[in-house]
């Protein structure tokens, strides 16, 4: 093949474009669907756990509605019980959000109460004030890890407060501080909690987004060059969710987002190139026949950044035809030939270069390609004279007289 190509910049009409656009849409359906099937399962399991919640703090109320019987805060507590056993269950994420306030809201009142009514049963019972006091801590797992020196606190007022039932004054003033840190301890859990399970939802979100674009890019033959980075980066992120280092997890969410919205973009943009240049050679294989060449089976190959495909002429000879399609819009086509028909000739401004019988061939191929809803803008290569030939159409349609000549 020769050496310098001939080429042309090719552009779509409107059928085609819509092609492309519509192949797009369905690439970005795909998407959504995988997506909306993964939101879908993240929702469920937020609202399993809004509802375990909702049962744990219903189960702790009845047992303080039953530990304030005879005590004035007793109609306060059931209020708040029946509260808490009406909370609708949600059905969107919209309603987990608000569930979410609610049982936050009901958290705290309950907490309020049974300071209350703790504190009321330390002028009866002081032993049972102490048990109620630390009762909203049962059933929490992460007070140690999240909470460390509330923890501790609660440990070593637990027992001061203990050693020193019987002592009214020093007891009343000890169950108090007992009940304020335990207050405050579940502020502090709480508040983490909710901060874990906003990266946890984060960190899932990416790794859906993740999947999906690499599933996209395996399906087209793509290699994703940071593919193995970016797997090991998710699997670290995953093993974050222990929360021991949140301020680390919370930088790596941001990072990780900025790296999976940058391989999404190069990967939708490659896709794109992909499905021009397929369309392109569609279009040509429909085209090249009616211009009197064949494809020659079997001779597509796909490189890195083009597709190659072999055609022949009516001799035999071959036409190499390269498809690339460049960022944007940006597709041009180029043809290498054996050179049999390339006359040099001198002239005033230095060598040119005629191919007259494969440039008029390329311009039938293009009035074809054209119906094939793919335009071109002219034959060109290194060395054409400045004045060139007409295109195809214009030659179909020059006078009989027309004695052009041919080198």
Same mark, same amino acid.
């Given at each position: 093949?020769?050496?310098?190509?001939?080429?042309?910049?090719?552009?779509? *009409?409107? #059928?085609?474009?819509?092609?492309?656009?519509?192949?797009?849409?369905?690439?970005?359906?795909?998407?959504?669907?995988?997506?909306?099937?993964?939101?879908?399962?993240?929702?469920?399991?937020?609202?399993? #756990?809004?509802?375990?919640?909702?049962?744990?703090?219903?189960?702790?109320?009845?047992?303080?509605?039953?530990?304030?019987?005879?005590?004035?805060?007793?109609?306060?507590?059931?209020?708040?019980?029946?509260?808490?056993?009406?909370?609708?269950?949600?059905?969107?994420?919209?309603?987990?959000?608000?569930?979410?306030?609610?049982?936050?809201?009901?958290?705290?009142?309950?907490?309020?109460?049974?300071?209350?009514?703790?504190?009321?049963?330390?002028?009866?019972?002081?032993?049972?004030?102490?048990? @109620?006091?630390?009762?909203?801590?049962?059933?929490?797992?992460?007070?140690?890890?999240?909470?460390?020196?509330?923890?501790?606190?609660?440990?070593?007022?637990?027992?001061?407060?203990?050693?020193?039932?019987?002592?009214?004054?020093?007891?009343?003033?000890?169950?108090?501080?007992?009940?304020?840190?335990?207050?405050?301890?579940?502020?502090?859990?709480?508040?983490?909690?909710?901060?874990?399970?906003?990266?946890?939802?984060?960190?899932?979100?990416?790794?859906?987004?993740?999947?999906?674009?690499?599933?996209?890019? #395996?399906? %087209?033959?793509? %290699?994703?060059?940071?593919?193995?980075?970016?797997?090991? +980066?998710?699997?670290?992120?995953?093993?974050?969710?222990? !929360?021991?280092?949140?301020?680390?997890?919370?930088?790596?969410?941001?990072?990780?987002?900025?790296?999976?919205? %940058?391989?999404?973009? %190069?990967?939708?943009?490659?896709? *794109?190139? /992909?499905?021009?240049?397929?369309?392109?050679?569609?279009?040509? &294989?429909?085209? @090249?026949?009616?211009? !009197?060449?064949?494809?020659?089976?079997?001779? /597509?190959?796909?490189?890195?950044?083009?597709?190659?495909?072999?055609?022949?002429?009516?001799?035999? &000879?071959?036409?190499?035809?390269?498809?690339?399609?460049?960022?944007?819009?940006?597709?041009? /086509?180029?043809?290498?030939?054996?050179?049999?028909?390339?006359?040099?000739?001198?002239?005033?401004? !230095?060598?040119?270069?005629?191919?007259?019988?494969?440039? +008029? /061939?390329?311009?039938?191929?293009?009035?074809?390609?054209?119906?094939?809803?793919?335009?071109?803008? !002219?034959?060109?290569?290194?060395?054409?004279?400045?004045?060139?030939?007409?295109?195809?159409?214009?030659?179909?349609?020059?006078?009989?007289?027309?004695?052009?000549?041919?080198?």
């Amino acid at each position: 093949m020769s050496g310098s190509p001939k080429y042309t910049t090719v552009a779509f *009409d409107v #059928a085609r474009r819509e092609q492309l656009a519509a192949a797009r849409r369905r690439r970005e359906e795909d998407r959504r669907r995988r997506r909306e099937e993964h939101r879908q399962r993240r929702l469920s399991a937020g609202i399993r #756990a809004a509802e375990a919640r909702r049962d744990a703090l219903t189960a702790r109320m009845g047992e303080l509605v039953g530990m304030s019987r005879g005590l004035p805060q007793h109609a306060q507590v059931t209020a708040a019980t029946d509260q808490v056993v009406g909370l609708r269950r949600p059905t969107d994420e919209a309603g987990l959000s608000r569930i979410g306030r609610e049982l936050r809201g009901a958290e705290r009142r309950a907490d309020e109460l049974t300071v209350a009514v703790s504190r009321e049963l330390t002028r009866q019972e002081q032993s049972r004030a102490v048990e @109620l006091a630390v009762a909203p801590l049962r059933g929490l797992t992460d007070g140690a890890q999240f909470d460390p020196v509330g923890h501790r606190t609660i440990a070593a007022l637990l027992d001061d407060t203990r050693r020193r039932a019987g002592d009214a004054r020093g007891f009343s003033d000890l169950h108090q501080r007992l009940g304020e840190a335990v207050g405050a301890h579940l502020e502090t859990v709480r508040d983490r909690q909710a901060h874990l399970l906003r990266l946890a939802t984060e960190t899932d979100e990416l790794s859906a987004q993740l999947v999906d674009v690499l599933a996209d890019a #395996a399906a %087209a033959g793509l %290699a994703v060059a940071e593919e193995s980075a970016l797997r090991a +980066e998710l699997t670290g992120l995953r093993q974050e969710a222990a !929360g021991g280092h949140v301020d680390r997890w919370e930088r790596r969410v941001a990072g990780l987002r900025d790296r999976v919205a %940058a391989v999404t973009a %190069a990967t939708d943009n490659r896709l *794109d190139q /992909l499905d021009r240049m397929a369309l392109i050679v569609e279009a040509a &294989s429909a085209a @090249l026949p009616a211009a !009197g060449l064949r494809v020659v089976p079997d001779s /597509l190959a796909e490189r890195a950044d083009a597709v190659v495909f072999v055609a022949e002429r009516a001799d035999g &000879s071959p036409v190499e035809m390269t498809v690339y399609a460049g960022d944007a819009d940006g597709n041009r /086509l180029e043809y290498r030939t054996a050179g049999s028909d390339i006359v040099v000739e001198n002239a005033v401004g !230095g060598a040119i270069s005629r191919c007259d019988l494969t440039e +008029e /061939l390329l311009e039938r191929f293009h009035a074809e390609l054209a119906d094939q809803g793919v335009a071109t803008d !002219g034959l060109h290569w290194e060395g054409k004279p400045g004045q060139p030939r007409p295109p195809a159409v214009e030659a179909l349609r020059r006078p009989a007289h027309d004695d052009r000549s041919r080198s």
